[in-house]
């Protein structure tokens, strides 16, 4: 069955560097999307993609956050001077449509020390 | 803002028995609902969609929605210990879709 998958898992980073998130959704969908949950809260949604741009995007999804689809398989979230409140389980998901459901993958969790 | 409200729980219920999880939403011209399941340190998986009033019944899941009273449910029946998760109200806006608001979800314990 196909899914989404995620690289890497677990990423640590310094506060104030970069970190790419990587993401391949499922090979047929056409619309993307970041979440992030930071520990013990709510999935909150960051950024939505379709057709090469940015579709829909929530007030979290700063000019430090920024997303990139570099190739006809991979999903890129960029951020460019991570904060400590960086710091969560960042998941990326894929639908086929956009009013179909969306499916999700493993996630990369980010610790910004 | 769209709201999106649930019971954090923890919802306990015997094993076999019925667990009720409910979902509360504010934007009226949403159209379509989702339920995920959430184990703890996983990413959500989709167990359920729904789109019309009335149920919509799937193995030992049934999803409710009521527009009207803007309420969605879930139902599991013979509820089973490996259902211990926190179950999630997925809601995409009336705008384009995309964006979805999440409930904080509810905490269900089922206990053997």
């Known amino acids: 069955e196909p899914e989404v998958t995620q690289t890497p898992s677990h990423q640590v980073t310094q506060m104030g560097q970069e970190v790419i998130l990587r993401c391949v959704p499922i090979s047929n969908h056409l619309y993307f999307y970041w979440y992030r949950q930071i520990l013990g809260q709510k999935v909150e949604f960051l950024v939505s993609?379709?057709?090469?741009?940015?579709?829909?995007k929530s007030e979290i999804f700063d000019d430090q956050f920024s997303v990139e689809r570099p190739d006809g398989s991979n999903f890129t979230l960029k951020i460019r001077s991570t904060k400590l409140e960086d710091s969560a389980m960042y998941f990326c998901?894929?639908?086929?449509?956009?009013?179909?459901?969306?499916?999700f993958g493993p996630g990369t969790r980010l610790t910004v020390l | 803002q769209k709201e999106v409200e649930q019971n954090s729980g923890p919802l306990s219920v015997p094993e076999g028995a019925i667990a009720s999880l409910n979902c509360t939403y504010s934007d009226r011209g949403s159209q379509s609902f989702f339920w995920y399941r959430q184990y703890s340190g996983k990413s959500p998986e989709l167990i359920m969609s729904?789109?019309?009033?009335g149920d919509k019944e799937d193995g030992r899941f049934t999803a409710q929605l009521n527009k009207a009273s803007q309420y969605v449910s879930l139902l599991i029946r013979d509820s089973q210990p490996s259902d211990s998760a926190t179950y999630l109200c997925?809601?995409?806006?009336?705008?384009?879709?995309?964006?979805?608001?999440f409930g904080t979800g509810t905490k269900l314990q089922v206990i053997p």
């Open positions: 993609f379709y057709n090469n741009e940015i579709s829909e």
């Open positions: 997925a809601v995409p806006s009336s705008g384009g879709y995309q964006k979805v608001t």
């Open positions: 729904i789109y019309s009033n």
């Open positions: 998901a894929s639908s086929l449509d956009s009013a179909n459901e969306q499916f």
